[in-house]
């Protein structure tokens, strides 16, 4: 379900800005956001979505935004106390939804790596670097870094976003901006990171965003480790030199590389298991970290 589909004819007076899972309501200081169920792979936003989903994202954010130490964006999740288009329609909204703070973003993603994976793997087998700065030569693929890495990179509208050095990072915000983005996501990455392990969960990275408040407050804003911003591998499976399966849509990119896809098209539905399967990754993702056994109900 694309729950903000079924809003947007009836939020009449607020502008929607409408993202690849998520859509962002305007109240002028404040914003509601809305996780839907939709799901994209290979810059395409699939015709399928994944039950559950939306639901996911938000409580993971929800439940990391309680534990790390930030300041935040979140306001509350008390939909009956919204302006009346929202509250009307709590059955759409529940558990996917989160009304936060305005502010002015960074347009930068603070990502931080504990694993030698994804980008910036490639960028090591290449250069023996990551985002311009050296790593010990040797490595393995999915290896342990002997510390956290911050590797910012560009926001991009649409295609893929690129890695920046930090002299280019510190070009474009500053010194004193680009030291506070670079310590604040090491030590919220790190903290998380140490719980998961104890849930059997390695995050491998992640990626933060940040926004600067009318005061100039620098908060944490957008979905915080989640397996969409995450990279989240089983403890249990993971070894130096492999690539351990992921939390996240992989079995939905499997299945379009062997479905006879071109990527310049618009992609096919996807088969029921294939949904249900990514469905339960995600789910599953919920339940260790949080604790919870059931399955996840965050109405």
């Known amino acids: 379900m694309a729950a903000a589909l079924l809003l947007q004819s009836s939020v009449a007076g607020y502008p929607c800005r409408n993202g690849k899972v998520r859509d962002v309501y305007d109240l002028g200081d404040e914003l509601i956001i809305v996780a839907t169920d939709r799901i994209s792979a290979f810059d395409w936003i699939l015709p399928t979505g994944i039950p559950d989903k939306g639901r996911v994202l938000t409580a993971l954010t929800l439940f990391w935004l309680e534990r790390l130490p930030t300041p935040h964006h979140l306001i509350d999740i008390n939909i009956e106390s919204w302006p009346e288009p929202f509250a009307a329609q709590r059955d759409i909204l529940a558990g996917r939804s989160m009304r936060v703070r305005k502010t002015q973003v960074v347009p930068i993603e603070c990502v931080v790596r504990g694993y030698l994976a994804g980008s910036a793997w490639s960028e090591y087998s290449r250069t023996g670097s ?36 930090w002299p ?6 500053g010194a004193t901006l680009a030291e506070e983005l670079r310590q604040r996501s090491i030590r919220c990455y790190a903290q998380a990171a140490a719980y998961a392990r104890e849930r059997g969960i390695l995050i491998a990275d992640t ?57 310049n098209s618009p992609p096919p539905p996807l088969p029921e298991h294939v949904v249900e399967r990514t469905r339960q990754k995600y789910v599953e993702a919920f339940n260790r970290l949080t604790g919870r056994e059931s399955m996840v109900d965050c109405r």
Do not use: M, Y
């Not at 030569?137 to 509208?157: H, I, N």
């Not at 351990?244 to 062997?258: A, E, G, I, N, Y």
């Open 130 to 165: 990551v985002c311009g700065s050296p790593l010990p030569a040797g490595l393995a693929e999915s290896q342990q870094l002997d510390a956290p890495v911050f590797t910012p990179a560009t926001k991009e509208e649409s295609g893929h976003d690129i890695n920046i050095s």
């Open 168 to 173: 280019e990072l510190v070009g474009r915000v």
């Open 207 to 263: 990626k933060f965003e940040w926004g600067k408040t009318a005061l100039g407050e620098l908060i944490l804003i957008d979905e915080v480790l989640t397996p969409d911003s995450s990279r989240f591998w089983p403890a249990a499976e993971w070894r130096a030199g492999q690539t351990p399966p992921s939390f996240d849509k992989q079995f939905v990119r499997d299945w379009l590389v062997t479905s006879g896809w071109d990527r």
